[in-house]
């Protein structure tokens, strides 16, 4: 029995071996992550990745399912080596990158077309899945997912797993093209938990007589694992998953199923790795302004096998690094919102295992100020198993000027500014270093800004910390029944064309078009003023 079945047989469902004449019809699967803005490149300052890794955990199933004899996969345009796979995937940054999706699409002829996006992003999947339908008519089906359907697409109670319960954001693309305001560009709409069920919708394109979107329609059953919603707008059907979980010690990671080819700065050439440890897409602190809350994204689960899950990834990270022709050392960057969710158990016992077998590898991940001054003492047993670089959610020097942030747990101790210093003492004393993540538009005042980042380069000349910054100016996210996003469909770029734009670049997210409810667009002679701060801060660098 393979590991990892095609999603009919792990569901008790005949899958109808055809002899002779009769063969699957071939998956010719690509997938995309639509661009974020309309022209340009991104900044070689701007921390980024090369990876499109969310792409990489819908498609990790489907991926290695293509690996695995007796599969409809298996015979698809993705039965090949772990490289040639990934020149299926793309990570688009703007409409400049337009070209190569085109040319893509002229070499593969694909018959599904998987295109993730994030809100920001919008805009550009409804101009890739045009370039579609204008190459390919309707020979390719076009999958749509990722958090932007996550957030406009949902359950108005997640107990209440029945079509009823269905709800859609003015933002949902299956209501944007129900009431014309777009073109049917988007045949199936995935809300949720892709693993599983973008698997089986390559199934069903293979095995359906005629490729059309009723038979895939039907193949989906409800009991395939994940919680997802599918939307097929055309036919006006939706389909609620009964909310089997996804088993995800029997699931490929992302890294098993796409290898490793990206480097973060910060481990010096070592290759770094994007490790998850599973435990759902939620972060427990639920900070109104993220996306990652876990009220919208959903809450942590199986958090049990999620240690085993991670150090399971390190070791996948390091054999594939030693595939690598010049044998290249390894790293990994531990994506959870909060390293395993901060828990002192799960911390342990991935140090146990670290510990009775060492790896050859260094890691980072995402802590919280609170966390490293209250988990001192885990840090530094993470610290002597391989733990250099912790990313610090900043955001800003004042907290209570914005209405206060979930994480702000330590207030009645000390200041949060206080308390950053407290931290990155503790990580500088431990030799760790530190990222930070600087979030504008939060209600703060321009003043209040440049002194964050005029601290920061202070702390930077006197004690060589934080290393990197990651400057963002906060978007009003749909984030499901929010009322605050109600009114924006997110059918405009985030940013239009001028020097804004060429200054948002150099930024993580930001917009122009979508501020927090209540709080003034950002204006370019502000956004100068923190690039010059920000040139500073890297200005040190280069000394
Ligand atoms: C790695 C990462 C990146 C990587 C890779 C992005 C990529 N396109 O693959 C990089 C650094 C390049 C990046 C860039 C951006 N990112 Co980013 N990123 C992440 C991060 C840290 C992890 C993503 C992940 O794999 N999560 C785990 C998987 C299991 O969950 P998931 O991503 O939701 O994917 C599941 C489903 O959504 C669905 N799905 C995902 N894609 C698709 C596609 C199809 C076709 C289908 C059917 C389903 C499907 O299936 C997946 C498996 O269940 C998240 C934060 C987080 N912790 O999740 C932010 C996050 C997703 N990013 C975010 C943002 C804003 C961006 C940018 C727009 C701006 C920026 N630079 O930060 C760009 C967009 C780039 C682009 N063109 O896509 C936001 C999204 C918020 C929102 N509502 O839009 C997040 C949530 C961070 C945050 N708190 O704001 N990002
Ligand atoms: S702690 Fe960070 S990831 Fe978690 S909800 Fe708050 S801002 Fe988002």
Request: proline share 5%; net charge neutral; hydrophobic share 40%.
């Amino acid at each position: 029995m393979p590991i990892f079945p095609p999603v009919a047989s792990a569901l008790a469902r005949p899958v109808s071996r055809r002899s002779g004449s009769e063969t699957y019809r071939q998956i010719r699967a690509i997938a995309v992550s639509a661009p974020e803005c309309l022209e340009g490149a991104k900044s070689s300052r701007a921390l980024n990745s090369c990876d499109p890794v969310s792409l990489f955990n819908a498609c990790r199933h489907a991926a290695c399912l293509a690996q695995t004899e007796g599969n409809p996969w298996a015979s698809s345009t993705w039965a090949a080596k772990r490289s040639d796979v990934r020149k299926h995937f793309m990570l688009m940054y703007s409409l400049d990158d337009i070209p190569a999706f085109e040319a893509l699409l002229v070499s593969q002829r694909p018959n599904v077309v998987l295109i993730g996006a994030m809100t920001l992003c919008m805009p550009g999947a409804v101009e890739c899945a045009k370039r579609v339908r204008r190459l390919l008519g309707d020979s390719a089906v076009i999958v749509l997912g990722g958090r932007h359907v996550n957030e406009t697409l949902y359950l108005e109670d997640e107990k209440r797993r029945e079509v009823s319960s269905v709800r859609h954001h003015k933002a949902s693309p299956g209501r944007l093209i129900r009431d014309r305001t777009i073109s049917p560009l988007f045949d199936i709409i995935i809300s949720g938990e892709a693993e599983m069920v973008i698997s089986a919708i390559g199934e069903g394109l293979a095995q359906s007589k005629e490729l059309n979107l009723k038979n895939i329609s039907e193949f989906l059953s409800l009991t395939i694992p994940g919680l997802w919603i599918a939307d097929f707008p055309g036919m006006d059907t939706t389909h609620v998953s009964s909310g089997i979980r996804l088993d995800q010690n029997q699931l490929p990671s992302a890294i098993k199923a796409f290898g490793v080819q990206s480097s973060f700065d910060i481990f010096r050439g070592r290759l770094t790795s994007h490790v998850f440890s599973y435990t759902g897409r939620g972060c427990f602190y639920d900070c109104a302004f993220c996306s990652e809350r876990r009220s919208v994204a959903g809450g942590i689960y199986d958090a049990h096998g999620a240690p085993a899950r991670v150090y399971r990834q390190f070791q996948e990270t390091i054999s594939i690094s030693n595939e690598n022709p010049n044998a290249r050392k390894a790293s990994a960057f531990v994506e959870d919102s909060i390293f395993l969710n901060g828990s002192p158990s799960q911390i342990n016992v991935l140090c146990e295992l670290l510990e009775q077998k060492p790896l050859e590898l260094i890691f980072g991940g995402q802590f919280t100020v609170d966390l490293v001054i209250q988990r001192r003492s885990l840090i530094e047993r993470l610290a002597s198993n391989g733990l250099r670089y912790v990313f610090l959610g900043l955001e800003t020097l004042e907290p209570e000027a914005i209405g206060g942030m979930s994480k702000d747990i330590g207030s009645a101790h000390a200041s949060w500014q206080k308390r950053f210093h407290e931290a990155l003492s503790t990580l500088i004393s431990l030799r760790i270093s530190c990222g930070c993540a600087l979030l504008f538009g939060l209600g703060e005042s321009q003043f209040s800004r440049e002194h964050l980042l005029s601290l920061l380069i202070k702390l930077r000349r006197t004690t060589g910390q934080p290393v990197t910054l990651s400057a963002n100016w906060a978007v009003q996210h749909p984030l499901k029944n929010c009322l605050e996003s109600a009114d924006h469909d997110y059918l405009q770029w985030g940013t239009p064309e001028g020097r804004l734009l060429e200054l948002f670049h150099r930024f993580g997210e930001a917009s122009a078009r979508y501020p927090l409810h209540g709080i003034a667009p950002p204006q370019v002679d502000e956004v100068t003023r923190i690039i010059e701060r920000l040139d500073a801060f890297e200005a040190l660098d280069e000394k």
